[in-house]
């Protein structure tokens, strides 16, 4: 048995197509199609893996695929002929865990390729869903009316649904350490314990045969009804909600997206995304009948879709990047950003009024941004909010979400004391603070005031220093009076004016 049976166009795809949405909350997708390397593929479920790769089953030919983030695929053959593979997800150990809907086993692949199959006690159970649940173990659905658990060492346990007939479809685990399961044939939603215990929450909308069900961002559960064409949601306590598609293109499969947002498929050749709050955009799929089914999150910040047709798909929004660059003393200090997407930011003091250029832009998702900083004379290598960035003078800004980065300069003050370390802006206070032994290093800058030594210090005044008071071919400058009565002074690229 398969999911369903649809006359279906066969077109060449177009590989790379980009476009712009209809509304929404991205400006616009790009959605990317890779072809299967053996025809009429028909992928089913697909998975994001531990080796950051995407896996996915190939229903028509017995096989499991895998396509890297850059588009390259591998196809690894099940040991058992015409299996029907089904549904995938990622297991607690390492491995990626599969339904053989037309042989009745459970399937292991490990990251290198190598297969396990383990066989169901129920003849005849037609495995369908499979998630890892929050004990350990794989849960799957039996589509003639029971729920399976798996152990990762293969011990197999079966539960009877209360439902006869009700046809167990998709299963995931829930945001409260259940598990919870569509039905295809009746109007319910089911929740089952990690003991066992299973809980069923019907609804008004008739024949709505249910799908693919997720968790999402807001701590509910989310569901599709592919004859009903609604997206619906559902609270761990059992309220649910209903939000009707705009086209009633039959929705299949649902995942999380990395941008808070839900995403799904529908199988008459739509991508589409609901938000929390149930706002719906629709963006078409370039293959037309391509009968796209599952859908996952990727590691590289885009959705991924299996196409009955033969194809796996990827949809990547844009993702905004916001630049705050300053010092970290009011007035004083800054410096300049530049680097992809024609960014050239620049900040002098520590606040934002001081920003100039352009400091923000948006980029695919699952992009790297390259960014380089460049302090004034007077700053030092500035700290970025990055993570691993630290003060390097380059950093990559991943960009799997909206991302706001901090550029903050340390300002250097004009003279320091070698001794305490003291910074300021004035010689006459750096030599207050000086010992009687001392050096005071000068930024190559001018000093504004009149400098009078008294009392016994010995201090040595190394002007022309950079902003990490090291030695410029320049000079620095008193714009005042230099008066000694008492102790002495040793210059170096000092000029009095």
């Known amino acids: 048995m398969k999911k369903r049976i649809f006359l279906t166009v066969v077109l060449l795809a177009v590989l790379f197509t ?65 299996s029907g593979p089904l549904i995938i997800t990622a ?14 086993k459970v399937g292991k692949i490990t990251p290198t390729g190598t297969i396990t199959e383990y066989p169901i006690p129920t003849a005849g159970s037609h495995p ?26 293969g011990t197999i346990s079966e539960y009877p649904v209360p439902t006869i007939a009700g046809y167990p479809r998709r299963i995931t685990a829930g945001p409260d350490g259940n598990l919870w399961f569509t039905y295809h044939d009746v109007n319910k939603i089911g929740k089952i314990t ?62 999380a997206g990395p941008d808070g947002n839900l995403w799904f498929t529908e199988y008459f050749n739509n991508i589409g995304m609901i938000t929390t709050s149930g706002s719906i955009t629709e963006y078409a799929i370039p293959t037309v009948g391509s009968s796209p089914y599952g859908i996952a999150a990727g590691p590289d910040g885009n959705l991924w879709f299996s196409e009955g047709i033969g194809k796996i798909g990827k949809v990547s929004g844009y993702r905004h990047l916001a630049l705050t660059v300053k010092s970290n003393t009011a007035g004083k ?23 100039s250029g352009k400091c923000q832009a948006d980029f695919s998702s699952g992009t790297n941004v390259n960014l380089y900083q460049t ?7 500035a700290t970025w909010s990055v ?27 004009m003279a320091k004391v070698n001794s305490s370390q003291y910074g300021c802006d004035s010689l006459a206070l750096a030599y207050g603070n000086a010992i009687s032994v001392d050096t005071i290093y000068g930024r190559a800058v001018a000093f504004t005031e009149n400098f009078t030594l008294s ?36 210059l170096e690229k000092l000029v009095v004016k």
Request: net charge negative.
């Open 375 to 381: 302090p004034d004379s007077d700053s030092t290598w």
């Open 455 to 490: 009392g016994n210090k010995a201090v040595t005044l190394l002007g022309g220093r950079d902003a990490w008071y090291l030695p410029l071919n320049a000079w620095t400058t008193l714009q005042g009076i230099l008066a000694i009565q008492g102790g002495s002074l040793t």
């Open 194 to 255: 990690p003991s066992g215990t299973i809980t069923e929450y019907s609804f008004l909308t008739p024949t709505s045969q249910l799908e693919d069900i997720t968790a999402g961002p807001d701590g509910n559960l989310w569901f599709v009804e592919d004859h009903g064409n609604k997206i619906g949601k559902i609270t761990p306590s059992g309220a649910i909600t209903e939000y009707a598609l705009p086209s009633g293109r039959y929705p299949v499969g649902i995942a």
């Open 333 to 355: 200090g800054g410096g300049s950003v530049n680097g992809d997407g024609d960014i050239a930011c620049t900040g002098h003091g520590s606040d934002s009024s001081g920003m």
């Open 91 to 104: 297991g607690p150990d390492g491995n990626l865990w599969f339904t053989e809907a037309n042989v009745n």
């Open 387 to 413: 993570s691993g960035c630290g003060t390097n003078q380059n950093c990559q800004v991943p960009m799997t979400s909206d991302q706001n980065v901090t550029v903050t300069y340390p300002y250097t003050f």
């Open 128 to 153: 369908w869903g499979i998630t890892a649940g929050p004990d350990g173990n794989l849960w799957f659905t039996e589509y003639y009316n029971k729920i399976g658990k798996i152990t990762p060492a």
């Open 18 to 82: 980009s476009f712009a949405a209809p509304t929404g909350v991205d400006a616009a997708v790009t959605i990317t199609e890779y072809a299967t390397p053996t025809q009429n593929s028909d992928p089913q479920g697909i998975t994001a893996g531990p080796d950051g790769n995407l896996w996915f089953t190939e229903y028509n030919v017995n096989k499991i695929g895998k396509i890297t983030p850059a588009g390259t695929i591998t196809e690894y053959p099940i040991p058992t002929a015409a």
